[in-house]
């Protein structure tokens, strides 16, 4: 059988920068170590920073009630109110924000500034697009979709600015833009799907086009695996979503020729590697 695993697969510039960060802070910091949600969307990773000491603060109630140690904002960001909060206890404050997470964040306060809209093509319950709204100094609105785009209650006349969750499919967001634009005289958009989402999607694409069989890797909370999944599957309809080794069924793999393997942007490398093993043997 031959294999092809995606160049792009596994820990994206911006994952791989927080938890590097999580792992030093748990062996220099002197008080308890924790990260406010988990630092990124992979159990395996949470699992192993969590027998290393590093708790995670699921909610504003429980970061209340913390008075010492030392909190990392995760990857996905958080909310104004939030990275205050942790400030305000006199908590140490170690941001592992992606910085093209943070440049969102710059963004959304500066046009709210300026009097404009801001419409963010994303997920609304996903933690990086939450982060994103809680930094707008203005209205902001939330589209996952052409639909709900159409249907904005904004008046054609507002001015308003266009960004996009930086996992979020990058041939939607292109579809979004042409809506957007006949919908609003003002309209400013600024592509913020991240260079290597669009790498990654476009790579998979390709493999899943030219394979039997397509293997999308990563954790089931995981974003922009599911959007790789998705994509996967209008090329190739034989593409399974899985999560670790254990997930595979290898059983239906004996009859394909060529399988391709990716992986979203939270799935570390050994994963990956033991998949490419059990395809190849």
């Not at 069989?213 to 999944?229: D, E, P, R």
Request: hydrophobic residues 35%; contains cysteine; glycine residues 6%.
């Amino acid at each position: 059988m031959e294999v092809t695993v995606a160049k792009t697969a596994g820990f994206c510039f911006g994952v791989k920068r927080a938890v590097e960060q999580v792992y030093q802070q748990a062996e220099e910091a002197k008080g308890p170590v924790y990260t406010f949600g988990p630092i990124i969307h992979n159990d395996q990773v949470v699992s192993d920073l969590a027998e290393k000491g590093v708790q995670v603060i699921r909610s504003l109630k429980e970061l209340e009630e913390i008075r010492e140690g030392t909190v990392i904002i995760r990857s996905h960001g958080v909310s104004r109110e939030v990275q205050n909060r942790i400030e305000d206890n006199g908590l140490d404050c170690v941001d592992a924000t992606c910085p093209f997470v943070k440049k969102i964040h710059r963004i959304v306060e500066e046009e709210g500034q300026k009097g404009r809209t801001v419409i963010i093509a994303g997920n609304a319950s996903h933690p990086e697009v939450e982060g994103i709204c809680g930094w707008a100094s203005g209205p902001v609105f939330v589209v996952s979709d052409q639909e709900e785009l159409v249907h904005l209650p904004i008046d054609p006349e507002t001015g308003v600015t266009f960004v996009a969750q930086t996992t979020f499919n990058f041939k939607k967001f292109e579809e979004l833009v042409e809506i957007l634009q006949k919908k609003f005289y003002d309209s400013t958009v600024i592509n913020t799907v991240c260079n290597a989402t669009e790498e990654r999607q476009a790579e998979a694409r390709r493999i899943a086009a030219s394979s039997d069989a397509m293997l999308v890797i990563g954790g089931k909370h995981s974003s922009n695996t599911q959007k790789l999944y998705e994509i996967c599957r209008e090329s190739c309809k034989n593409t399974y979503f899985i999560e670790t080794l254990v997930d595979l069924d290898s059983k239906p793999f004996q009859s394909f020729c060529h399988v391709g393997i990716t992986a979203g942007a939270s799935t570390p490398n050994k994963i990956i590697e033991e998949v490419q093993k059990k395809c190849q043997n």
